[in-house]
């Protein structure tokens, strides 16, 4: 079952290597890209305001061109890049981790598709495992309600 394929840690890892190494070849031809992203892994610093939030997709599409792009960077396990969203363009610095990558777009072509990204004990996993992270830290105590 396809299932046991797309839910299984060994092949997420792969398929995030892969798309790791997809963007590392693309941003080394200083090629232009977009992705779509699942939103439910996808973080923001500083968050968006819940009504810009609510107007994302589930499955929402980054364009990384211009001023976005320069600002691209990619660790062992995410992309980053700053962004502005809605029509006040709040500006944010987005990370996505490379497992929510639902896709890889070049030029209105698709050049990668990843069905681990419709995986929600991942997605799930990531935001929950990050909101840990923010409730752990002492500084953000009053923050939580």
């Known amino acids: 079952m396809i299932n046991n394929i797309i839910e299984n840690v060994e092949y997420k890892d792969l398929v995030s290597s892969q798309i790791k190494d997809t963007m590392g070849f693309l941003l080394k031809q200083n090629e232009e890209f977009a992705i779509t992203a699942n939103i439910d892994a996808v973080t923001f610093d500083p968050e968006l305001p819940k009504a ?10 980054f364009i990384l061109s211009n001023y976005t792009y320069s600002t691209v960077k990619l660790d062992e396990s995410a992309i980053y890049f ?43 996993d990531s935001k929950e495992k990050s909101f840990n992270v923010f409730k752990n830290n002492p500084n953000n105590k009053n923050l939580i309600k």
């Open 52 to 61: 810009t939030f609510d107007q994302l997709s589930k499955f929402s599409l």
């Open 82 to 124: 700053e962004a502005g969203f809605g029509s006040e363009n709040f500006g944010s610095t987005v990370k996505v981790p490379f497992f929510a990558v639902f896709q890889i777009v070049v030029e209105e072509s698709i050049l990668f598709v990843n069905s681990v990204a419709t995986v929600d004990k991942f997605n799930k």
